[in-house]
T-cell receptor, first 113, second 115 residues
Framework: AQSVTQLGSHVSVSEGALVLLRCNYS??????LFWYVQYPNQGLQLLLK??????LVKGINGFEAEFKKSETSFHLTKPSAHMSDAAEYFC???????????FGQGTTLQVKP | GAGVSQSPSNKVTEKGKDVELRCDPI?????LYWYRQRLGQGLEFLIY????????KSGLPSDRFSAERTGESVSTLTIQRTQQEDSAVYLC?????????????FGEGSRLTVL
């Protein structure tokens, strides 16, 4: 069965530091992978997605993620954290051709001044 | 409308009452999803509608939960005989369809509190 695991429910970084949010997936077929972000008191929005075109995917607000098949990972990174990046981040995998998305448990990113 | 619309935005009910939550997807989107987000937890898949196909109900937690969708438009999630553990934010999302690479467009959710 396809699933995603996010390592670390809470991550805290200083402003200007590297952001690394971890996501590992389990899939028997080439997956479609996504990162969604939920800012406080807002709905979820798509940050970026991997659809097999390129292994390094760039998203909004300076975030990017790299698909590594050998490690079954799709970690989210940003070189320099900003206070406005404080939010909850969800990794998700699309199941086959069904369109159904399964989400990880989420990681809350805290950015300290 | 421009986005996914959910109502009510907040609902407080007493244990044992029935509640209905409504979702208006983006016009033209054939796929519609319901998720549940409990406080401090991730998104729990509930049900998925794709066009006229039979819905995927595999995530519904009990027979107290049901959902309907009229054609490719409005959906209603019904929770009967609510329990305190049903308290959560119920999120609706839509997408253009199965051929889509999977981007979902979310509403802002309906916050349900069961007293």
């Amino acid at each position: 069965a396809q699933s995603v695991t996010q390592l670390g429910s809470h991550v805290s970084v200083s402003e200007g530091a590297l952001v690394l949010l971890r996501c590992n997936y389990s899939s028997s077929v080439p997956p479609y992978l996504f990162w969604y972000v939920q800012y406080p008191n807002q709905g979820l929005q798509l940050l970026l997605k991997y659809t097999s075109a390129a292994t390094l995917v760039k998203g909004i607000n300076g975030f990017e993620a790299e698909f590594k098949k050998s490690e079954t990972s799709f970690h989210l990174t940003k070189p320099s954290a900003h206070m406005s990046d404080a939010a909850e981040y969800f990794c998700a995998v699309k199941l086959g051709n069904t369109g159904k998305l399964i989400f990880g448990q989420g990681t809350t990113l805290q950015v300290k001044p | 409308g421009a986005g996914v619309s959910q109502s009510p935005s907040n609902k407080v009910t007493e244990k044992g009452k029935d509640v209905e939550l409504r979702c208006d997807p983006i016009s033209g989107h054939t796929a519609l999803y319901w998720y549940r987000q409990r406080l401090g937890q991730g998104l729990e898949f509930l049900i998925y509608f794709q066009g006229n196909s039979a819905p995927d109900k595999s995530g519904l937690p009990s027979d107290r939960f049901s959902a309907e969708r009229t054609g490719e438009s409005v959906s209603t999630l019904t929770i009967q005989r609510t329990q305190q553990e049903d308290s959560a934010v119920y999120l609706c999302a839509s997408s253009p369809g199965r051929s889509n690479t999977g981007e979902l467009f979310f509403g802002e959710g309906s916050r349900l509190t069961v007293l």
